[in-house]
């Protein structure tokens, strides 16, 4: 079942002088991990922040459909905040609030009202979840700014899964963090897809084979070729997909 | 070299003011109040309260009107002539001598608004000082903290204000509190603005912000000019009354860096 679908999706920038995404139909599919590629400049992380309206920060016009669950998030009827509750955002760089650990995952469900007792036991979870628990379970209160690049990237995850969400979006989670880490928060993503429909942007082709079930190839704005990794990668139907995966661009 | 003459300077006129005005600091100067009559016989108490009262009432008016026109700069006015003017307006307003300030002080406060010369009319007075300063710091500020903390806050399905209240302000903080501080010590220095809003030779503590209300500068300005006493001792007690007013500011300071420097450490973790 599809979880996200987009229709005839269209983003411009700068006052419509750039056409950022060019009709984008796909569908993503709930509890799947569907990763993003495509060359600097495609377009793949627009497609991504189109998904929690992100991109209305910048200024930027969007046409077409996104429905998730079937209902279009850019109606007038859905509230951005309770969208962007049932989508989670992971960033590219790291981005812990300087406060404390517990702060941090704390952040979201504070603001949506949250106190005490519950609170606690949402931030165990998050956390575990998260994979981090076991190593800041003793330093809670200590500030999230004196963890590895690798831990605060998986802070910033137990963050967007503490407000519950049904969708998790990342990009480019490890392209700031060493292999190591990058290990860690893959063996995390094939978890957590259990429970979350993810959608992943990654420059690391290797990186979108190793934990993509589907993935999206994008160039110059356009969805290029779409369907399941190993089709992709092993068999793809399009000559630029091919270029691009065997290294000849991007 | 230019570096070394400036610490130089200041060193030589911090040892002379704590030379010079060492000798009439005790108990009694610290603690009485002022006998214009006889300078030796009394002290300088209701004009360091004073002081401090002028700077409170200050302090409460510039600094939420200074954070407030910050997020207002820096958060929610896109960049037009309105915001450009209000910018341009805020650097006029810094640039304004301070005689200027007390005599609009005096005109608007004092006489139109009826509120006397008094605590009220000279803290708002010093206010209206600083404001640019808390302004402006509070809007640089405010633009250093990352974008990314932004983005993160409202990815988790926060509201700008939520953003802005928990996120940004508390990120600001130590550069508001700077700022903040070079208005507090420009304030606390200031003799021409309190001196056209409120009191001259006062002897007593202020009771209501309408009372009129001593301060350090004024009292060293007057015993220099106004007070019938020798030369010699109308020196030697405005000596001591300025050591007074280094020693406030410098205290101000330390606790405006420690305030700063605790909530540093506790937000970034480092170290130092």
């Known amino acids: 079942m599809?979880?996200?679908?987009?229709?005839?999706?269209?983003?411009?920038?700068?006052?419509?002088?750039?056409?950022?995404?060019?009709?984008?139909?796909?569908?993503?599919?709930?509890?799947?991990?569907?990763?993003?590629?495509?060359?600097?400049?495609?377009?793949?992380?627009?497609?991504?922040?189109?998904?929690?309206?992100?991109?209305?920060?910048?200024?930027?016009?969007?046409?077409?459909?996104?429905?998730?669950?079937?209902?279009?998030?850019?109606?007038?009827?859905?509230?951005?905040?309770?969208?962007?509750?049932?989508?989670?955002?992971?960033?590219?760089?790291?981005?812990?609030?300087?406060?404390?650990?517990?702060?941090?995952?704390?952040?979201?469900?504070?603001?949506?009202?949250?106190?005490?007792r519950k609170l606690e036991r949402i931030i165990e979870e998050s956390l575990k979840k998260a994979a981090l628990w076991e190593e800041v379970k003793d330093r809670l209160e200590e500030s999230a700014l004196k963890l590895s690049g690798g831990q605060q990237q998986r802070l910033c995850i137990a963050r967007a899964l503490a407000v519950n969400p049904e969708v998790l979006l990342f990009d480019e989670p490890c392209s700031a963090l060493d292999p190591v880490s990058t290990a860690r928060i893959e063996a995390l993503l094939r978890e957590l897809k259990n429970d979350y429909t993810i959608v992943i942007v990654t420059h690391n082709m290797q990186q979108a084979a190793r934990v993509s079930d589907f993935t999206a190839f994008f160039l110059m704005g356009e969805l290029i070729e779409f369907g399941e990794t190993m089709q992709i990668f092993e068999k793809p139907r399009d000559k630029r997909t091919e270029d691009y995966i065997t290294g000849r661009f991007g | 070299m230019v570096a070394l003459i400036s610490v130089v300077v200041l060193f030589a006129v911090v040892a002379y003011i704590f030379l010079n005005g060492m000798q009439v600091i005790s108990l009694n100067f610290l603690l009485k109040s002022p006998n214009y009559a006889a300078l030796d016989k009394g002290g300088i108490f209701p004009q360091i309260i004073g002081s401090l009262c002028l700077l409170a009432v200050c302090l409460l008016f510039a600094v939420p009107l200074g954070i407030a026109s910050g997020i207002y700069l820096a958060e929610y006015a896109t960049e037009n002539i309105i915001t450009k003017s209000v910018r341009f307006f805020v650097e006029c307003l810094a640039g304004i001598p301070s005689i200027v300030i007390g005599l609009f002080g005096l005109i608007f406060l004092v006489y139109y608004l009826g509120f006397g010369p008094s605590m009220l009319s000279g803290g708002l007075a010093l206010g209206f000082m600083i404001l640019p300063w808390t302004v402006r710091a509070s809007e640089e500020a405010?633009?250093?903290?990352?974008?990314?903390?932004?983005?993160?806050?409202?990815?988790?399905?926060?509201?700008?204000?939520?953003?802005?209240?928990?996120?940004?302000?508390?990120?600001?903080?130590?550069?508001?509190i700077t700022g903040i501080l070079l208005g507090a010590g420009k304030a606390i220095g200031e003799a021409a603005v309190i001196l056209l809003t409120t009191g001259g030779l006062v002897t007593y503590i202020p009771h209501s912000l309408l009372d009129d209300v001593g301060a350090l500068p004024v009292y060293i300005y007057m015993v220099l000019t106004v007070v019938p006493a020798s030369r010699a001792v109308a020196e030697s007690y405005a000596f001591g009354a300025s050591l007074v007013l280094i020693m406030m500011f410098l205290m101000i300071s330390v606790f405006a860096l420690f305030l700063r420097n605790t909530y540093v450490k506790r937000m970034s973790g480092s170290r130092r």
């Open chain 1, 2 to 116: 599809s979880k996200i679908e987009t229709r005839s999706l269209n983003v411009y920038y700068d006052g419509g002088t750039v056409h950022a995404l060019k009709g984008v139909n796909i569908k993503i599919e709930a509890n799947k991990i569907t990763a993003l590629i495509g060359p600097s400049g495609c377009g793949k992380t627009t497609f991504l922040r189109a998904l929690n309206r992100m991109n209305e920060l910048n200024g930027v016009k969007t046409r077409g459909k996104v429905l998730m669950d079937g209902v279009d998030i850019y109606s007038r009827k859905v509230d951005v905040i309770q969208l962007r509750k049932r989508i989670g955002m992971v960033f590219q760089q790291p981005n812990p609030f300087p406060m404390s650990i517990f702060d941090n995952v704390a952040y979201g469900p504070r603001i949506h009202g949250l106190r005490n």
């Open chain 2, 142 to 176: 405010i633009k250093t903290v990352p974008h990314s903390y932004r983005e993160a806050s409202l990815a988790l399905g926060a509201s700008k204000w939520q953003t802005i209240r928990s996120v940004v302000l508390k990120s600001a903080y130590p550069g508001i």
